[in-house]
């Protein structure tokens, strides 16, 4: 079957990838007709596997993990192009695997969808975990956000050896509480930081309305101290580097915190200790450090395109915290604002969350453009925060051209959903070059 | 992660300050109920939306909270409150029975009032969850709700004979069954409602008008804000002289999420 079922599943890969198809259904061949192809592929890994999860920015952090390794020397798999269900791993493994089903790497690193990682982890027990957070984003499908911490509690049970959480998301720091026996590391943030990431539960909490006393926090392996322009300060071992930057956006310099305090635990660990792992080089911190500060944002998050000969910066927002963040990280002093909303399957249908984000940061500037199928429940928000609006348009296409035009002296700023960004990017690449991601 | 409620960010622009030259009409308290730990779906944008709103009219708005262990506020003109998690409930749940006799008293006054949600389950006579175990209800409405494996999730209308069409978004596992003591907000012309039974949502009680609908509900539901508003105000003050609210935005808003899919 082993002999077979690689390049059968190869095989279909590159038919569809001729068709132009998906990255699934080569998958679900090889799930099919050899279901322990992935388990079995990934046990040969000699630094296991390590799953990245949680609502806001796993692929950044998956493709940080992944650069920092790599600038350790290590050999590292991952699921790059986005199929972070389990079918798309498979997937993933035929393109790099050989014809004998040989995978040529040290270590995978895999950006997991929550409720695939839940199958994934029961096929695959991971060596390592990193839960980024959880957030009021995938109500549609969950239901709940408590389920959603099921679903990442459920993730840190199967690992079996290191699990990475967030200091500062209490559902997320909960978990250590669940999982005796395996080493725990946090990634945290400075105290002065904590003010820019709204928790959901708390979004809500008025000016001297009391809050709960939080309880001593647990010690992290790496802290963000502070963010500047084009630098950030990174706490770790007792001391404070400073490096530089290109990832934009707190919330993914905060990611970056995560991404190191995983790579730290998968590379530098038994470095420190004198017993590099598996024959690997010593890691170093300043390696990582350099390479940190060479990822750029991964599809998407926060990117900045050039129209015009000015800049022109794409914000995902997804839910009330990140686009709380969005519009905190990026001040709309001196820009041109869009806002497109779709309210597509990938989007998430409900527009409640639209109401629990303050909008009136961008009260002195206006909204020059509303778009997307839910332009019009956008423009009453805006209207109930006094925020004055250009034009709404629901289609995206003109709605993007009038904006274009009629800011050609700005640089501009668009915040948008899944669906309202790839169509805007598609728009995009007819008058500039847009990155290609594969 | 921890809030920072000195950042003075999340309600800055509550009360923006009056810009209107007109002296206000009245002031007219609004109650949050436990927003702290049932505010989960845009809950806020109903109290915001009574705030401004009322300011439209040319009153003045006051936005009070009442959270769990809070001294209960005097002189409430108008109550609002929202859903929130399993975890929500539970935190909620023995401080609301400790209110019961202030917030029965309140609604056979006929303050209006608008529960979504979590709370219009707490505000009926008890929530029987899956396992069996029972979470009383301080019984103002007469309905019942019993937890279910099955999830009504989407897009709603509802046709209300107050109110015209409702549009919303419910999210619940909770099926609610209405008592005698009670009549239906409307029934359902997209969605489910109440329960997968019988076509109809939400609840309606004096001047409580109970819903499972999130969206938020009020914004893109102006008649029905403007009927909590003006109940406030006709209680308080004996008439009420509505301002003019530019409503277009929500009448398209209203047009485009009615065509979506469920
Ligand atoms: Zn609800």
Known sequence: ?438 | MTPQSDSGLPFEHVLPPEDSPAPSKGTIRVLQLYPRDMNIYGDWGNALVLAQRLRWHGYTPELLEYNVGDEFPADVDLIVGGGGQDSGQLVIQDDLLSRETVLKQLAEDGVPMLVICGLYQLFGKFFKTRTGSVIPGIGILDVETNGTDERLIGNVAVSSPEFGTILGYENHSGQTTLGPGVSPLGTTAKGTGNNSADGQEGARYRNIVASYLHGSLLPKNPALADFLIRTAVERKYGSFSPGTPDDSYAVLAREHAARRPR
């Open chain 1, 1 to 438: 079957m082993l002999y077979i079922s690689v390049p059968l599943g190869k095989f279909v890969r590159r038919v569809s990838r001729l068709r132009g198809g998906g990255s699934a259904l080569p998958g679900l061949v090889v799930e099919k007709i050899d279901p322990g192809f992935m388990k079995r592929t990934l046990s040969t890994l000699p630094l296991g596997v390590a799953v990245v999860s949680g609502t806001n920015g796993k692929t950044t952090t998956t493709k940080m993990v992944v650069e920092l390794l790599e600038s350790q020397g290590l050999k590292v798999f991952t699921n790059r192009t986005g199929s972070n269900f389990t079918r798309g791993v498979a997937a993933a493994l035929l393109g790099e695997v050989d014809w004998r089903g040989r995978l040529d790497a040290d270590v995978a690193v895999l950006e997991l969808d929550e409720a695939h990682a839940v199958h994934f982890v029961n096929q695959v027990p991971p060596r390592y975990c990193l839960l980024l957070n959880v957030l009021r984003d995938q109500l549609d499908r969950f239901g709940e956000i408590d389920k959603t911490a099921q679903l990442l509690q459920h993730i840190a049970s199967k690992t079996t050896g290191t699990v990475v959480l967030n200091r500062e998301d209490p559902r997320v720091a909960r978990i250590a509480d669940t999982v005796a026996g395996l080493e725990v590391r946090y990634f945290g943030l400075d105290d002065s930081l904590l003010s820019t990431f709204p928790n959901d539960d708390e979004m809500r909490a008025a000016p001297g309305s009391p809050v709960p006393a939080a309880p001593a926090k647990p010690h992290a392996d790496v802290v963000l101290r502070r963010v500047g322009a084009a630098d950030a300060d990174f706490e770790y071992d007792g001391v404070t580097a400073t490096t530089a930057m290109k990832l934009r956006g707190v919330y993914n310099i905060f990611n970056a915190a995560a991404a190191l305090t995983l790579a730290r635990a998968i590379a530098v660990k038994d470095a420190a200790s004198g017993l590099p792992a598996q024959g690997q080089k010593a890691a170093d911190n300043d390696g990582l450090l350099a390479a940190l500060s060479q990822v750029a944002p991964a599809f998407g998050r926060g990117e900045s395109l050039v129209v015009d000969g000015l800049p022109l910066d794409l914000v995902l927002v997804k839910n009330p915290s990140g686009f709380r963040l969005g519009l905190k990280s990026f001040p709309a002093a001196g820009y041109a604002t869009m806002i497109a909303i779709n309210d597509n399957y990938a989007d998430g249908r409900d527009m409640s969350w639209l109401w629990d984000v303050e909008f009136d940061t961008l009260r002195d500037g206006g909204v020059d453009q509303l778009s997307g199928s839910r332009a019009y429940d956008m423009a009453l928000r805006l209207q109930y925060d006094d925020v004055a609006i250009g034009a709404v348009e629901t289609e995206i296409a003109p709605a993007l051209a009038a904006f274009i035009s009629g800011a050609r002296d700005k640089p501009k700023r668009i915040f948008c959903t899944y669906t309202a960004m790839l169509a805007i990017r598609r728009e995009l690449s007819k008058i500039t070059t847009v990155e290609v991601v594969s």
